[in-house]
Structures are given as structure tokens and as C-alpha cells.
């Protein structure tokens, strides 16, 4: 009895068992000596039986056994690991973070991949088949056939108005959406508007709130009836969820206080786009500043296609640039 | 003219290998080998695998030298190869009791059945730097060694003792040991938080899972907390036993049908007892928090058995009224791999969401200057027509 | 257990689990539309290759399953290939297969998850017969662009007011697969289903 009280420390706490110090034995494409995309089958299996619960249950966080995987939490590791258990050897990855395919974490990530599958990247939204993003959606709309995997920080839309995930639940499981509201309610009341400008809480098939991850809500409108089936992971909170293709998507709002997206007085000054997300660039120390398209696919097939922004001859340089 | 950063492969590279310079230093003095961090740091390597998840002295000195030191940094490592290790089969509980003991200490006891055992401990050290480390030139001729004499000063012959919380003659005022929520009959399957996600309110075995894991700092923090008075009853706590040595892990094969011993581990276990005025159905007895980690960590086992009886309010029927009786704070924010994860995400670039903020700030900003101006035009108006 | 008698099951088991998952995962985010499941070479008596696929890409030790109508030899060959429990009661499965022509009054007893964890609901893998003639349904719900046609045969007529009871515990719920020889289509707990109108 004594010995069984205290295995409870112990007994699931793996104990290293002759490990192999010097290379794993290689499978299946990847060079990198371990298994096609990183995870072993049987997290796979346990991954995909939560999607297609998600699935199923359009905007329902289903609780899954998030691994640790080779970069911190916070680093994308649910993104990852529903990629990981997604992505088949004829797919084509783009990974973007703000938009943009060179930033260093979307970078790394994709070369995560390149090694540990092989399959073929792209910077091309329209050539993907498995976009991995974090914080946007990409500009170019989506298709039938692509699937797009959010990374998500915190994946419950309540947190910030009730921080116990065993109060929230059982918000969730009756419907009581109120607080929400009344929170929303509050920044008009006091700043007459609504003061959420990201991670924008959305109804997802008229029943469960829903977070769309730290996207603008510039963005929100591109989830609602999207051809495309959207997948969000969220590693250290261990939820998976999902919007279906063609799923109603309705961002929170009043009827006297609709919902409304960012806009900006200026264009992008390297292609001249007047519809996209722009980030805000300072140039010097005198408040010179610039907007570029924040997705830089984007940007690129427009300038591509000959569309020159007030800025636009000057920067040439762009590409070419690696600067570490 | 604008030059946009790419944050491409070749700055991810060039990163990469000026950690590995840094993690090198000054090359004129000889490399640290895995061997010397695992013998002479080796309470940072049994940190490191009881926080890791995984016992492995070799990897974990491994993990620490390619971490430079970085404990958490050597415990994210240590975690994230654990996850890929297949798992064979699950071993027999290890039987503390039959532990082959290093150190054994009862503070609530004056002596004991098998006697106290001071051990290698820093307890009674002055905390004075000892310059002679400064010079390891001569060391391997002069190394410290115990005597015999030395190591038996405190202890009676037998290098293993029963659990003293497990004697005869307190049953009366001690709680059995096999107390919980959860039945703790045999076959009572024992729940894993790395393969099925937290869902609160957790079982005993949940709870002292994540805290054996947990960060070392945090428990002693939380468990401080309660020391100070941040807790509900179950007065002061007295260290029923705490003791650290070697335990056997047995294998009971299906097809051998009996339990053959597969290895050894080091660990500490403490078992701390606190006083408890009893409920309408439980007597006034002293109660139990329990704590067990692998290697040898006496401050994270107290701390754990601190904890693990302040988290036993809902079952002990103790009104809620501290941080460290809170279990889905306690257990939520008890990993570092992921708080330092989310802690640490904040260098990742936000600027789509900070372009964002900016936006409707600027419009917050110019509808505050607007109302104060209209403010002022209508005090002005009314001081005219006054 | 006969050895000699337990067939094959993925050439590939990381690719062919990787292929079979993203038509299921296509097929249930797209409900009633077709998808093609082969690339297997043998199954037990009775149970499609479709069936035998999705049992491959999904089951395992952590999911207990309860075959409805299938031989010992079908039970045997889920045990070897997937290590799942096997159970011949419905209450505690993960997931329910029906073998082709079944009666489907036993559906019901399993669960549809709770209020909390919706998730914890049964999937049940009921094989038909086609999924391309027989019974119309016109199906809408999240994943259909305003309607989506099905028709099936060898299925139990019982099954669709059984499927309407089912959307109206939503969120709560089972999840099914209809699985014909070689290919599925997926029918969420969200699907209202029209019909069947008889085809001849």
C-alpha cells in the first residue's frame, strides 16, 4: 500500500531507458533521423482523433495532450503539432508570421519542416496546399483544399473577463455569452467604440464563442464562410479547435455599435495596396514613416504585376537584403 | 531609402554560432566534460531531471553543458527528448520504504527505528567561500573522502529503515498514508498529465505529478506562502521524515509474472505532517503533505509536501482562502518549460497587433482631444452666458 | 491468437495513416462529400477496406471500440494492428462499427460526450453498401455551401431519424463515417439531413 501511495510521483515519469546517444535510426523522408514530421505515430493518432473532433464541433476547444516539441511554448508548438499531424508528403508548406514569410520565426519553423518531411515550401499563398500562420490571415483569399493552422497562445475567448478555465467551461457548456458582451459594452461606455483591435472574439455556427488567435480584426471577416478548413493549435494550453469550410463566423457586436475593421489614410508605399494590412515602419528620427503591406506575398505578386506605391521606386533593395 | 530586416536563415545560422562560440568561452581553458558536470554539479543534474521528467545523469549533464548553465534552458532539452521516447511498459511502484539510505532526518522525532542520518548536507556548513576550490590544481591528490567512522557517525548499521510515518503506535493520531480522493486500491489506474491534458479538479495522483515536475523555485515560493500564513488550517507543518537515498525499479513482465528489478533511481522523499482540528466526519489527527523527486533535492520536496497538503482543502473539507490552496493556479503556473515559453514569447516580433493598438489609440487619442475641446467650448459658453 | 490468419494491414503505416487521415479529416470537414479510401490489400470477412483504413489511421490502445456484427477474425485483426481495447458494449467505446445492413437501434447507447467535453463523444463507423446510388439526403450544415447531396444504399432507414434525435442534443453527440467499400463521406453531429427519398 505504502509503495503504491507513492508511485503516484513516479510511476509516469519515464525513466531513460538505454537511449540511443548516438543518432536515431531514420524513417520515412526528412533527413533529420527522426519520424515524418517530427511526432511519433501514436501522438499523431491522438492529435487527429482531436481535429476531427473539432471539426465536428465548429468553435469547441477540445482538450488534447500537447507535447513537448524542440521550440519553447509560445513559439508556435500547437500550430506545430497540428501541422505535424496534418501535413502529408505531397503538401506544400508556407509558414508566415505578421504576414510575412522572413520573419525569423516563420523561417525557422519551415525549415523545421523542410528537414523533418521534405516536402516543398512556398512563399505563394496561392501555391500552398498547408499554411501555417501566426497573427494573420494571408490577403490572397483562400481556396477549397487549403487548410490553414493557427498558432494560439491563449485559446479561450473568456479569459480575460474570467481567468479559471473550470468557470469558463461551464460558460461555454450553458451558452452564457453575457460577460462578453458586457465587457465589449464597457469600452463603448467608455470610450465610445469598442477598443478590441486583435484577437477579436467571434461566434463560430451560432453556438461557441470563439478566439480567432491574435489576428487583427482586420482579418476576422476572412473566417467567416471561408472555402478553406481552418485549424488552431494551442500547445501550452493543450486545446485544439477548428472552423469547418463554408461555417458562419460572426465577430461580436451591437446592432448600434456594428462590428468594423481597421483602416488606413495611407497606402502600402511599396505596391500601393489601399485594401491590405499595413504595418507602420518608422524610417528615421524625425517621424518619417512609411506602411508596407504587412503580407508580404502579397505585396511581392502585386509589384510583380507592376503596381508601384508612393514609395516604391526607392526600395529595391528589399529582396536582395539578408542582413543578420 | 528603406531597407527592410529579413529575418532570413543566414542571421538564424550566424545566431547559432556565436552561441555555440559563447557556449565554448575562452578556449585557452579546457573543455568541461559531460563526466565532471555529472559527478561535481551534481545537484544541478538532479534538478534537472526531476524538473526534466526523465532520469538520465548522462543527459542531463549533457543538457546542462549545451545550455551553459542554464537550469530551465537544460530541463526544456531534457523535456523535449523525453517526449519522443517510446515507452515500453510501466514499472512496479517503487517501495520507498526499502530505500538504501543516504540521509534521514525526522524533525518531529527524536529518534527513531534506524536512527537519524545526517548525510552529505549543507545544513550545518558555514556559509564561508572555501578559497582552497579556487586552487584545482592539486585536488586529485588531496580529494575529500569520508571515513567510514564519518558516514556511520549518526546512523545505526543498517543502510535501510522503515518509514517512520508508517510505525505502529500513531495510528490513532495520524492519518493513514493511502488517504486521498482517489482509491488507492492497486488497480486503481494512476493518471499521466503528459498523456491525457489537465482537466480541474484533479485526483492526488495528477496533482503530485505536476508537482514533482514543477519549478523548483515556484514551490518554494508558494510553499513559503503558506509558512507566512497565506493558507487555510493545518498548522504548523513538522518534517514527519525526510530522507534520500537509492530505491529499486522493478519490471513485473506478463509472461515472467513477477517483478524482476530493471535498475535504481536517487531520490528524496519528505512527508511532512501538520496538525488538523478534524471535520464533522474526520477526527482531530495530524494530517499528511507529501513530497518525492528523483535525485537529491531536500528544498523542492519540502516545498512539494508543503503544497500537496494545502492543495488537500477540497478533500480535507478547508475553506479556500490562499494562492497556494488554489489548485488550478497553483497547477497551471507550476511548469517553467511553459512559462518561460510564454514568458520568453514576448521577444517574438507583435507588431501586426501592435500596429493594431496603434490604430485605435490614435482614435481613442483624437476622440478624448475632441470631447475636451467641446468640454471647454461649453464651460466657456456657460461662463458667457452666466 | 492464429497468426497465420491476421492479413496485412499498411504497406507504409506513416504515409498510408498520413493520406487516410487528411480524406477523413476532408470528408468530415466537407459532410457528404465522397471521399476514396484505398491502398489496402486484404481485410477480415465482412469489413470494407475503407473501414479496415480508418481503423488503422485512428485506433489505438487509448481507444476502446465495439464492433457490431463482425466476426471474431475481424476482432482479432483490430487487436493486432491496433492494440485497441475491444468491447462488446457501446457505453464506453470511442468508437462503434457497424458491419453493412445492420440495424442501427443500438447507436444510441453511445455517448455523446457531456455538456463540459462535447468532445468525449462516440464516432461510429457504419459501412454501406454505396455511397453512390441509392437513398437521396440533402444535407446542410457547417462545411456545405448552401446544400450538399448523398445518397447511400445498404443502410438502415432507421438510421436517419436516429441521426435527427443526434443533432438535436447539439452540441452533445456521436459523429459518424459511412463507409462503403472504398471510399467515405462524414456525417458531424451538425448535419441536418433531408430525406431519404427513394431512388430506384
Known amino acids: ?324 | 531609402m528603406y531597407v527592410a530586416v529579413k529575418g532570413g536563415e543566414k542571421a538564424i545560422r550566424n545566431a547559432h554560432a556565436q552561441l555555440a562560440e559563447e557556449r565554448r568561452g575562452d578556449t585557452g581553458v579546457p573543455e568541461l566534460s559531460v563526466a565532471q558536470i555529472r559527478n561535481q554539479l551534481s545537484l544541478a543534474v538532479d534538478r534537472v531531471m526531476a524538473e526534466g521528467s526523465l532520469y538520465d545523469p548522462e543527459l542531463a549533464a549533457l543538457a546542462l553543458k549545451q545550455a551553459r548553465g542554464d537550469v530551465i534552458e537544460a530541463i526544456f532539452l531534457l523535456r523535449a527528448y523525453r517526449t519522443t521516447l517510446p515507452r515500453f511498459a510501466a514499472t512496479e511502484p517503487v517501495n520507498t520504504a526499502a530505500m538504501r539510505l543516504k540521509r534521514r532526518i525526522s524533525s518531529a522525532f527524536k529518534d527513531m527505528p534506524g536512527g537519524q542520518m545526517l548525510g552529505p548536507t549543507f545544513d550545518y556548513t558555514h556559509r564561508l567561500l572555501d578559497f582552497s576550490l579556487l586552487d584545482d590544481s592539486g585536488e586529485a591528490a588531496d580529494a575529500p573522502q569520508a571515513t567510514q567512522a564519518d558516514r556511520s557517525e549518526h546512523a545505526e548499521p543498517c543502510a535501510t529503515a522503515p518509514r517512520v510515518c508508517d510505525l505502529t503506535g500513531m495510528e490513532e493520531l495520524l492519518e493513514p498514508a493511502a488517504s486521498g480522493e482517489s482509491d488507492w486500491g492497486t488497480e486503481a489506474p494512476v493518471g499521466d498529465l503528459t498523456r491525457d491534458p489537465i482537466r480541474f479538479p484533479v485526483d492526488r495522483d495528477i496533482r503530485l505529478q505536476n508537482l514533482s515536475r514543477a519549478d523548483e523555485g515556484f514551490l518554494l515560493s508558494m510553499g513559503y506562502s503558506t509558512q507566512r500564513g497565506f493558507k487555510g488550517s493545518g498548522g504548523h507543518p513538522f518534517a514527519g521524515e525526510i530522507r534520500s537515498g537509492t530505491v529499486a525499479v522493478e519490471l513485473a513482465p506478463e509472461e515472467l509474472g513477477f517483478p524482476v528489478c530493471i535498475g535504481e533511481l536517487k531520490v528524496t522523499e519528505a512527508e511532512l505532517l501538520f496538525l488538523y482540528d478534524g471535520s464533522e466526519t474526520t477526527p482531530p489527527q495530524f494530517t499528511r503533505g507529501y513530497g518525492l523527486t528523483f535525485g537529491s533535492n531536500e528544498r523542492k520536496t519540502i516545498a512539494m509536501a508543503l503544497l500537496d497538503r494545502a492543495l488537500r482543502c477540497r478533500e480535507l473539507d478547508e475553506e479556500v482562502v490562499a494562492p497556494a490552496q488554489d489548485e488550478e493556479f497553483v497547477l497551471s503556473h507550476s511548469d517553467n518549460v511553459e512559462a518561460t515559453g510564454f514568458v520568453e514569447h514576448l521577444k517574438l516580433p507583435h507588431h501586426v497587433d501592435f500596429q493594431s493598438e496603434l490604430e485605435i489609440l490614435r482614435r481613442l487619442r483624437t476622440e478624448w482631444t475632441e470631447r475636451g475641446e467641446r468640454r471647454a467650448q461649453l464651460l466657456d459658453t456657460m461662463k458667457g452666458a452666466a | 491468437m492464429r497468426m497465420q490468419t491476421i492479413l496485412p494491414g499498411f504497406d507504409n503505416p506513416v504515409h498510408d495513416a498520413g493520406r487516410i487521415f487528411r480524406a477523413v479529416l476532408d470528408a468530415m470537414a466537407r459532410p457528404g462529400r465522397v471521399v476514396s479510401l484505398t491502398g489496402l490489400s486484404g481485410t477480415p470477412a465482412g469489413m470494407h477496406v475503407s473501414t479496415a483504413a480508418v481503423a488503422l489511421t485512428l485506433f489505438d490502445a487509448d481507444t476502446p471500440v465495439c464492433p457490431e456484427g463482425f466476426g471474431d477474425d475481424s476482432a482479432a485483426w483490430l487487436q493486432f494492428h491496433c492494440g485497441c481495447p475491444v468491447l462488446s458494449a457501446p457505453e464506453e467505446a470511442l468508437f462503434g462499427l457497424f458491419r453493412s445492413g445492420m440495424q442501427l437501434d443500438g447507436a444510441e447507447r453511445y455517448s455523446g460526450g457531456s455538456e463540459s467535453y462535447p468532445d468525449r463523444s462516440a464516432t461510429l463507423l457504419v459501412q454501406v453498401d454505396s455511397l453512390r446510388e441509392g437513398d437521396q439526403l440533402r444535407l446542410e450544415g457547417p462545411g456545405i455551401q448552401d446544400e450538399q447531396r448523398l445518397a447511400v444504399s445498404g443502410l438502415d432507414r432507421a438510421f436517419w431519424p436516429l441521426f435527427a434525435r443526434n443533432r438535436a442534443t447539439y452540441p452533445l453527440g456521436v459523429d459518424v463515417i459511412l463507409c462503403a467499400p472504398s471510399e467515405v463521406a462524414c456525417l458531424p453531429r451538425t448535419i441536418t439531413a433531408r430525406g431519404p427519398i427513394t431512388c430506384m
Not at chain 1, 11 to 29: H, K, L, W
Request: charge should be negative; include cysteine.
Open chain 1, 1 to 324: 500500500m505504502q509503495g503504491h501511495f507513492i508511485s503516484t510521483a513516479t510511476d509516469n515519469t519515464s525513466i531513460g531507458t538505454a537511449p540511443q546517444r548516438t543518432g536515431r535510426q531514420a524513417q520515412e523522408g526528412g533527413d533529420s533521423g527522426y519520424n515524418f514530421a517530427f511526432l511519433d505515430e501514436q501522438t499523431k493518432r491522438m492529435v487527429r482523433r482531436a481535429l476531427l473532433k473539432a471539426v465536428a464541433i465548429p468553435g469547441y476547444q477540445v482538450p488534447f495532450a500537447s507535447r513537448e516539441m524542440p521550440m519553447p511554448y509560445g513559439w508556435g508548438t500547437g500550430g506545430i503539432q497540428v501541422t505535424a499531424s496534418v501535413i502529408k508528403h505531397d503538401d506544400v508548406l508556407k509558414v508566415i508570421d505578421q504576414g510575412a514569410d522572413d520573419t525569423t520565426n516563420a523561417v525557422s519553423i519551415r525549415s523545421f519542416f523542410a528537414r523533418t518531411t521534405g516536402v516543398a515550401t512556398t512563399e505563394s499563398t496561392a501555391e500552398a496546399t498547408l499554411v501555417q500562420t501566426r497573427h494573420r490571415i494571408p490577403e490572397q483569399p483562400l481556396r477549397e483544399g487549403q487548410i490553414l493552422v493557427y498558432q494560439v497562445p491563449i485559446p479561450e475567448p473568456l479569459r480575460w473577463v474570467e481567468p479559471r478555465e473550470t468557470e469558463t467551461r461551464t460558460m461555454h457548456a450553458h451558452e452564457e455569452y453575457g460577460v462578453m458582451h458586457v465587457k465589449l459594452y464597457e469600452d463603448i461606455a467608455r470610450h465610445g467604440r469598442i477598443a478590441t483591435s486583435f484577437d477579436y472574439p467571434v461566434l463560430v455556427a451560432g453556438r461557441y464563442v470563439m478566439s480567432p488567435s491574435p489576428i487583427p480584426k482586420f482579418d476576422n471577416p476572412k473566417m467567416h464562410d471561408s472555402p478553406a478548413l481552418q485549424l488552431f493549435g494551442a500547445g501550452r494550453e493543450q486545446r485544439i479547435y477548428a472552423i469547418p469550410p463554408y461555417t458562419t463566423v460572426r465577430s461580436l457586436d451591437f446592432e448600434d455599435f456594428p462590428f468594423e475593421v481597421q483602416q488606413w489614410d495611407a497606402c502600402c508605399g511599396l505596391c500601393g495596396a489601399d485594401d491590405s494590412y499595413l504595418d507602420e515602419i518608422i524610417l528615421d528620427d524625425a517621424g518619417g514613416r512609411m506602411f508596407v503591406c504587412s503580407d508580404s506575398d502579397h505585396c511581392r505578386k502585386r509589384r510583380e504585376a507592376g503596381h508601384v506605391g508612393p514609395m516604391g521606386g526607392t526600395t529595391q533593395t528589399l529582396e536582395g537584403s539578408d542582413n543578420g
